[in-house]
């Protein structure tokens, strides 16, 4: 079991920079790859940036590349999500999520890979 905590979401301008913590508690952090996702209004909840175990490999989705930067810290079970040079695409409610895996350095995307999910934390983006 383990139980994720999502924090640091709000309201800003467009341009505007956010970052979000994603806090783990339970089983071993550094045995689960994570990923962010979000869901806006009306849409279906997409991958943003996924992270291997390690670490190491990393996937951004398309429209957040050079603008997002995801980032964990084992040791404080914590995995973050800096977000730089937001616009009103970025508006929904971003979630984090863990995989259970054995490879330490594989990432994963499909949304039915994650075992646990944190609550959501809404970011709104006004332009």
């Known amino acids: 079991q383990v139980q994720l905590v999502e924090s640091g979401g709000g309201a800003v301008q467009a341009g505007d920079s956010l970052t979000l913590s994603c806090a783990a508690a339970g089983r071993t952090f550094s045995s689960y790859a994570m990923a962010w996702f979000r869901q806006a209004p009306g849409k279906e909840r997409e991958v943003v940036v996924a992270i291997s175990r390690s670490g190491t490999n990393i996937y951004y989705a398309d429209s957040v590349k050079g603008r997002f930067t995801i980032s964990r810290d084992n040791a404080k079970n914590t995995m973050y999500l800096q977000m730089n040079k937001l616009n009103a695409e970025d508006t929904a409610v971003y979630y984090c999520?863990?995989?259970?895996?054995?490879?330490?350095?594989?990432?994963?995307?499909?949304?039915?890979?994650?075992?646990?999910w944190g609550q959501g934390t809404q970011v709104t983006v006004s332009s």
């Open positions: 999520a863990t995989a259970s895996t054995l490879s330490a350095s594989s990432y994963y995307t499909n949304l039915g890979t994650y075992d646990y």
